[in-house]
């Protein structure tokens, strides 16, 4: 509430500005970013108040907005109620998650013929505060499951540029990784790519909690296809029994999970010493209709080969076909 005073105008009318409206804070998608680790450090964020109105008719200046970004495939959910609020999949894509209060109006804003004098204001607004949730679930078209140790990222890191940690030992991996699969680097097409999604590895019970599973299945639900990795070279635990194991977990977490595509891969051939492994899991892939597959992500063997068949299997998915069974044709 102000009023015009000055020197030739001693009695002058009302001048009082209005308030700005407070800043609002917004998530946006960033296909540059993979993970939500910056806001475990950080959890409370605040967008910048308005400025009060003052005399002269000075309108106060708005708030400053927040931006938050994510990465894409973020789930927004309230903190309290458990409801979505928005699911940011698109690069650039962003959502209000806290709307900034509106600003006040001064006592310019009510004067009239019967008042010339108003004494009242209009108060401002507060700002919204929300509590939110936020979940990950990974954009890829080609998710890896199989046991810890199981050759995931060594997959990974052969068949596209990112570099997760690599190491004789199980849960190396700790957190989802993601890499682009050009098949230029195979004498491929330079224009053909897709993604690929590594998950720390599943045990027996992932789907119930046990070990780390049950944090990172979610990534793989947006995929398009499943590559299931079992390692050859393991001589504790058979193809079937590990094939059998991993189908479980994936299916007592998701039915829609488990009815993706998902082809088995036979790991670690460089390290293969029982070749009743490899005949054990040939019948295992056979009694599927499947071709065997066999990598070496030491030597290289196989890369190629299961590169170009999972392209062509992509296409098939993008177009609405029904895709083939891997067999000779196809490989």
């Not at 500005?17 to 450090?41: E, I, M, Q």
């Not at 962003?94 to 009242?120: E, I, Y």
């Not at 793989?220 to 079937?240: G, K, W, Y």
């Not at 488990?258 to 390290?271: E, F, I, N």
Request: hydrophobic share 35%; with cysteine; proline share 5%.
């Amino acid at each position: 509430m102000s009023f015009r005073r000055e020197k030739f105008a001693p009695e002058g009318g009302p001048d009082g500005g209005d308030g700005g409206k407070g800043g609002s804070v917004f998530l946006r998608a960033n296909r540059a970013l993979n993970t939500l680790n910056p806001y475990r450090s950080k959890r409370e964020f605040a967008a910048e108040r308005g400025s009060q109105g003052e005399g002269c008719m000075r309108h106060g200046k708005d708030g400053v907005d927040v931006l938050l970004e994510v990465p894409r495939g973020t789930l927004v959910k309230d903190g309290d109620t458990g409801e979505v609020l928005a699911e940011l999949l698109e690069d650039g894509q962003d959502v209000c998650v806290a709307r900034g209060g509106r600003g006040g109006l001064g006592n310019t804003n009510f004067k009239s013929s019967t008042n010339r004098t108003p004494r009242h204001h209009q108060p401002g607004e507060d700002g919204e505060e929300r509590n939110l949730e936020l979940e990950l679930k990974l954009l890829a078209d080609v998710g890896l499951v199989g046991f810890p140790n199981a050759g995931k990222s060594t997959l990974v890191s052969r068949l596209s540029a990112a570099r997760p940690k690599i190491a004789n030992y199980p849960f190396t991996t700790l957190e989802p990784q993601l890499g682009v699969v050009s098949l230029d680097r195979f004498g491929g097409d330079i224009l053909d790519s897709w993604v690929i999604a590594d998950i720390p590895g599943l045990i027996e019970g992932a789907a119930d909690g046990a070990g780390l599973g049950i944090q990172f299945l979610r990534h793989v639900e947006r995929t398009r296809m499943l590559l299931h990795l079992v390692d050859l070279s393991d001589p504790m635990t058979e193809p079937a029994e590990a094939v059998r194991i991993i189908e479980g977990e994936v299916k007592g977490f998701s039915p829609v999970l488990a009815d993706k595509p998902r082809w088995l891969v036979g790991t670690k051939l460089d390290a293969l010493q029982d070749e009743d492994r490899r005949t054990a899991f040939e019948a295992l892939c056979l009694a599927r209709d499947q071709k065997p597959i066999f990598i070496s992500g030491v030597t290289g063997e196989g890369l190629r080969e299961l590169t170009f068949a999972v392209d062509a299997a992509l296409k098939d998915l993008k177009d609405g076909k029904e895709l083939k069974t891997l067999n000779d044709e196809v490989w």
